[in-house]
Structures are given as C-alpha cells and as structure tokens.
C-alpha cells in the first residue's frame, strides 16, 4: 500500500524530545527501564519500536515502559512473531489482522501504515462486535502509533449503528485516523486523491486502477515476505 501514498510530511506530535539526541536518551532509558526483556526480544524491542511506544505516549519513559511490558507479555501468549500466512483461516479475522500488523510494523518501522477497509457485501453477523472490540484493543495497546490513518470505503447504513457503538472503545487518537468515504462523493474522492496517487489506486476505492487484486500473486508474495521474516525469529 504504501506506494499508492503521495509523500507528505510526518504529522506534529502533541509533545517531542527536542533533539535526536535526547529521543536517544529516552529510548535508552526505557530499555534499562525493561531490564532483560530486550534480550529476550530482540527483534521487538528495536530502539524504532520503542520510539514508537514513547511517541504515543507523549514521550514518557514511564508509560512506555509499562505499555512495552504488557505487550511483551501479550506477544508470549499469542506468539503474533509466529504467525504465517499459509497458516491463517480466513475466516479468522483478528488472527489475519495481527499478521498484517506484524508484518507492517517489521516493515514500516519509521513510517505510519494506511488501513483500507472495502465494505462490499459487509453485514453484522460477517464483523462480531466482540471481535471488532478485540482488534481495536490490539491496535490500540500493542501496535500503537502504527496505523496513520483508517479509510472506511462505502460502509453501508447499518453500520452507522455498529459504529456508534464500537466507539466508546476507540481512543481519541485513533478514532482521529478514520475517514468514511463514498466513492459517488466530491469530498470523499478529495481525501482520497490528497491521499493516494489515483491512478495506482483500486477502482473499488475510489481509484482509476481497474486491474483488481491477482490473490495468487498477492499469496505469493506474503510467502516471500514470510520466508524473509523467518530469518530474523530467534
């Protein structure tokens, strides 16, 4: 996805070390703050990781150990290193989510993720709310920071009410990120082509691409990916 995404500079954060320097400091400290766990994740607990956890939380050393600690604890329990494409059931969505979240993060560590959702065919039984509530917990807890923003194409009128309900759990911050858009609206096709270069983009979400996903390819490139990632797990 990320080179369907026009450049654009990184947006200012509500509070920021000052220098290089001291983000260096604090990422420092936050790993004597953890004690042996960066040892016993390395590939996790990277300086652009913890960045990431001191980013949000407004650079306090603190918060960002204590959230780096309950997603360690999380991550022996649910192994999301471990997760392989081949290996996920589709019909399995939070499994699916947290290996694109994984993957991402692996793969974006200094850059923000741009969540695309296609609502074609969608009802309420097909997204549980207890599920729903789940993986905006993950994103939320484990991967925070990591997703940019959050595009809703076309959801349908029932949604409104899911919606209304799936956002007492959603932080501020995040529920920022989400953008409804329609494809038959002026506005929404401004986000999008402020967003996306048009002519790499899906036409189902608003683009001039018409070529559609080839998912044996797509398949076989998350194997790739797969094969790459098994390189670096201990």
Not at 148 to 166: Q, R, T, V
Not at 216 to 226: F, H, I, L, P
Request: with cysteine; proline share 4%; charged share 25%.
């Amino acid at each position: 996805m990320s080179n369907l995404l026009k450049s654009k500079n990184e947006p200012k954060l509500k509070k920021q070390a000052s220098s290089s320097d001291e983000q260096q400091a604090k990422i420092n400290e936050v790993r004597e703050l953890l004690g042996d766990l960066p040892t016993e994740m390395p590939g996790f607990l990277t300086d652009s990781t913890i960045r990431r956890f001191l980013r949000t939380r407004n650079w306090s050393t603190v918060q960002a150990t204590k959230a780096l600690k309950e997603t360690v604890k999380w991550r022996r329990q649910y192994r999301p290193d471990k997760i392989r494409w081949s290996l996920v059931p589709a019909k399995e969505q939070v499994k699916l989510l947290v290996y694109n979240l994984e993957t991402m993060s692996s793969k974006n560590a200094q850059e923000n993720i741009v969540w695309v959702v296609d609502f074609s065919g969608w009802t309420v039984s097909s997204t549980p709310l207890a599920e729903s509530r789940q993986s905006v917990h993950i994103i939320q807890n484990y991967y925070p920071g990591l997703v940019g923003a959050a595009i809703l194409c076309n959801p349908p009128k029932i949604f409104e009410s899911f919606w209304k309900i799936l956002n007492y759990f959603i932080e501020p911050e995040l529920k920022e990120k989400v953008k409804f858009v329609y494809t038959n609206n002026s506005e929404s096709q401004r986000i999008m082509a402020d967003m996306f270069d048009l002519d790499k983009l899906e036409s189902a979400f608003g683009g001039r691409n018409t070529s559609g996903i080839d998912i044996v390819k797509y398949s076989e490139r998350m194997q790739r990916r797969d094969q790459t990632r098994n390189l670096h797990i201990r």
